[in-house]
């Protein structure tokens, strides 16, 4: 997590530059949401896929038959 928590008055702030006007008693839980999801984030990217084709690269239901066995 960032070493400074999302406020909701920043939250709110955000949400209406986006368009998006939020009631004032939404503010706490779209701050907590948003860095929740900003935690996630940070984890995934975090990660070392290394080799691991991309999403296109897999077909459901099939196995891969390039394995050695």
Do not use: K
């Not at 948003?34 to 990660?47: G, K, P, T, W, Y």
């Amino acid at each position: 997590m960032s070493a400074e928590a999302l406020t909701p008055p920043e939250a709110a702030r955000s949400a209406a530059r986006a368009g998006l006007p939020l009631p004032p008693e939404r503010h706490a839980v779209v701050a907590a949401t948003a860095e929740h999801i900003h935690s996630v984030v940070q984890v995934l990217r975090e990660l070392d896929f290394g080799d691991t084709p991309p999403a296109t690269a897999y077909r459901a239901g099939q196995e891969d038959h390039r394995a050695a066995v």
